[in-house]
C-alpha cells in the first residue's frame, strides 16, 4: 500500500474533542488508568456530542498505588459510560508483561473491532501508557491487524526536576522489534533521554554499543531548566567517549521519524541500529512510525525497578492531538 506522510509539525491543543465519524458513533476509544491524574484528562475533554460504540481502559498493575489507580479507573468508566453506546471493557495487566495484555485484546477484538477497519474511527489516548505497553497496542493495531493509526491524544505534565524511577529490574527487547542483527555489523545504539538516568545507562552497558546517539528533548515551551537537568543527570553517559548529543521536538513523531531516518542513512550499511525508548511517549510514537519502515531496527526497554512518588506530584498539562496521517503498514 502506499504511505503518505505529512510535513506537519505542530500538535493541535484539544479543549474539547468530537467524533471523528460524522454519520454516526466512533468505533473505538482506548486508553489507560494510570496512577497519574492526566490520564482521565482526554476523556473529561470529549465533546458533548461524542460518541462511540465500545471504550476499552487497560489498568496497568502498580501495587504501591493501587488506590489512584482505582479512582482514577472510576473516573474513566464513569465517563465513558456515558459515552459508549454498546460497551467499556476493562483489561488488567501485569507492568512487565505487555503480551499479557495485548492478547487480552485481542480476545475482546472480534466483539468490539471496527465495522470497516478500512475507514476505523479509533482514538487512542496515550497519556497513562507506559513506552513499552504503547509500542505493543500500535504493533497489534497497526502491522498486525493493519487499521492504520488512530487519532493519537496526549496529555502532557507539568515539569519538575526529579527521579522518575529507581533501579532496573530488567533489560528486554521489546516484544515485535527484534530487527535484524548481523554479527558482523557494528552497534549504533539511540538513545531518547529523559530523567531516567539508570534505565537508559544499563541498555547502554548491556549492548556495548561502538557508537551512542543520545537524543535530549528540547521541550516546546523553550524550557532551559528542563534540558540543563536531563543533561544533568545524564552526565556519566554523555561524558563517555563515542557518545555525540542531539537535540529532537517533544511532540512531534514525525519529527523523530526524520530524525532517526537521518541517524539510519548513516549508518545502515555499516551497523545495527538499535533503539531505547526513554524520552516521551510522542517520540515513541515516533520511533513507531520509524521502525514501520524500517523493521531491521530493533527496540529494547529496561523496566524499573518502582515509579517514585514525585510522579504524584506532576500535574496534568494541556491535551494535545498528535500530528498524524494514516499510515499503513508497508513491507514489514
Same mark, same amino acid.
Given at each position: 500500500?502506499?504511505?503518505?506522510?505529512?510535513?506537519?509539525?505542530?500538535?493541535?491543543?484539544?479543549?474539547?474533542?468530537?467524533?471523528?465519524?460524522?454519520?454516526?458513533?466512533?468505533?473505538?476509544?482506548? /486508553?489507560?488508568?494510570?496512577?497519574?491524574?492526566?490520564?482521565?484528562?482526554? !476523556?473529561?475533554?470529549?465533546?458533548?456530542?461524542?460518541?462511540?460504540?465500545?471504550? @476499552?481502559?487497560?489498568? @496497568?498493575?502498580?501495587?504501591?498505588?493501587?488506590?489512584?489507580?482505582?479512582?482514577?479507573?472510576?473516573?474513566?468508566? !464513569?465517563?465513558?459510560?456515558?459515552?459508549?453506546?454498546?460497551?467499556?471493557?476493562?483489561?488488567? /495487566?501485569?507492568?512487565?508483561?505487555?503480551?499479557?495484555?495485548?492478547?487480552?485484546l485481542k480476545g475482546v477484538w472480534k466483539r468490539c473491532r471496527p465495522k470497516d477497519e478500512d475507514e476505523a474511527h479509533i482514538t487512542l489516548d496515550i497519556s497513562?501508557?507506559?513506552?513499552?505497553?504503547?509500542?505493543?497496542?500500535?504493533?497489534?493495531?497497526?502491522?498486525?491487524?493493519?487499521?492504520?493509526?488512530?487519532? @493519537?491524544?496526549?496529555?502532557?505534565?507539568?515539569?519538575?526536576?526529579?527521579?522518575?524511577?529507581?533501579?532496573?529490574?530488567?533489560?528486554?527487547?521489546?516484544?515485535?522489534?527484534?530487527?535484524?542483527?548481523?554479527?558482523?555489523? #557494528?552497534?549504533?545504539?539511540?538513545?531518547?533521554?529523559?530523567? #531516567? !538516568?539508570? +534505565?537508559?545507562?544499563?541498555?547502554?552497558?548491556?549492548?556495548?554499543?561502538?557508537?551512542? @546517539? /543520545?537524543?535530549?528533548?528540547?521541550?516546546?515551551?523553550?524550557?532551559?531548566?528542563?534540558?540543563?537537568?536531563?543533561?544533568?543527570?545524564?552526565?556519566?553517559?554523555?561524558?563517555?567517549?563515542?557518545?555525540?548529543? +542531539?537535540?529532537?521536538?517533544?511532540?512531534?513523531?514525525?519529527?523523530?521519524?526524520?530524525?532517526?531516518?537521518?541517524?539510519?542513512?548513516?549508518?545502515?550499511?555499516?551497523?545495527?541500529?538499535?533503539?531505547?525508548?526513554?524520552?516521551?511517549?510522542?517520540?515513541?510514537?515516533?520511533?513507531?512510525?520509524?521502525?514501520?519502515?524500517?523493521?531491521?531496527?530493533?527496540?529494547?526497554?529496561?523496566?524499573?525497578?518502582?515509579?517514585?512518588?514525585?510522579?504524584?506530584? +506532576?500535574?496534568a498539562g494541556r491535551t494535545i492531538m498528535l500530528p498524524l496521517t494514516n499510515v499503513t503498514r508497508g513491507s514489514v
Amino acid at each position: 500500500m502506499e504511505r503518505r506522510m505529512q510535513a506537519t509539525d505542530e500538535p493541535i491543543i484539544i479543549d474539547s474533542l468530537g467524533r471523528l465519524n460524522e454519520y454516526g458513533a466512533d468505533d473505538l476509544f482506548i /486508553c489507560c488508568a494510570s496512577f497519574e491524574d492526566r490520564c482521565v484528562s482526554a !476523556a473529561e475533554r470529549l465533546s458533548g456530542n461524542f460518541r462511540v460504540r465500545f471504550s @476499552i481502559i487497560f489498568v @496497568i498493575e502498580e501495587p504501591n498505588y493501587q488506590q489512584q489507580i482505582d479512582t482514577n479507573l472510576f473516573k474513566l468508566q !464513569a465517563m465513558l459510560a456515558r459515552k459508549t453506546s454498546e460497551g467499556v471493557f476493562v483489561i488488567r /495487566c501485569q507492568r512487565d508483561d505487555p503480551q499479557e495484555g495485548i492478547s487480552q485484546l485481542k480476545g475482546v477484538w472480534k466483539r468490539c473491532r471496527p465495522k470497516d477497519e478500512d475507514e476505523a474511527h479509533i482514538t487512542l489516548d496515550i497519556s497513562g501508557f507506559s513506552k513499552v505497553y504503547l509500542l505493543g497496542l500500535m504493533h497489534y493495531l497497526v502491522a498486525e491487524i493493519n487499521i492504520g493509526l488512530p487519532r @493519537i491524544l496526549h496529555t502532557t505534565q507539568t515539569y519538575a526536576p526529579s527521579r522518575l524511577t529507581q533501579g532496573v529490574h530488567q533489560i528486554t527487547t521489546v516484544p515485535h522489534f527484534f530487527g535484524s542483527m548481523s554479527m558482523d555489523k #557494528e552497534t549504533v545504539l539511540v538513545l531518547f533521554l529523559g530523567f #531516567e !538516568a539508570e +534505565r537508559s545507562l544499563s541498555v547502554w552497558k548491556q549492548f556495548n554499543p561502538t557508537r551512542t @546517539i /543520545c537524543l535530549i528533548t528540547v521541550p516546546r515551551d523553550g524550557n532551559e531548566e528542563y534540558l540543563r537537568y536531563a543533561e544533568k543527570n545524564n552526565d556519566f553517559l554523555l561524558s563517555q567517549p563515542n557518545v555525540e548529543v +542531539r537535540q529532537v521536538a517533544a511532540d512531534s513523531p514525525y519529527h523523530i521519524r526524520n530524525t532517526l531516518e537521518t541517524i539510519y542513512e548513516e549508518f545502515k550499511g555499516t551497523a545495527n541500529l538499535i533503539i531505547g525508548p526513554f524520552g516521551t511517549k510522542p517520540q515513541t510514537v515516533g520511533i513507531f512510525v520509524f521502525w514501520l519502515e524500517h523493521p531491521r531496527v530493533q527496540v529494547v526497554y529496561s523496566f524499573p525497578q518502582e515509579y517514585t512518588k514525585s510522579y504524584l506530584n +506532576r500535574k496534568a498539562g494541556r491535551t494535545i492531538m498528535l500530528p498524524l496521517t494514516n499510515v499503513t503498514r508497508g513491507s514489514v
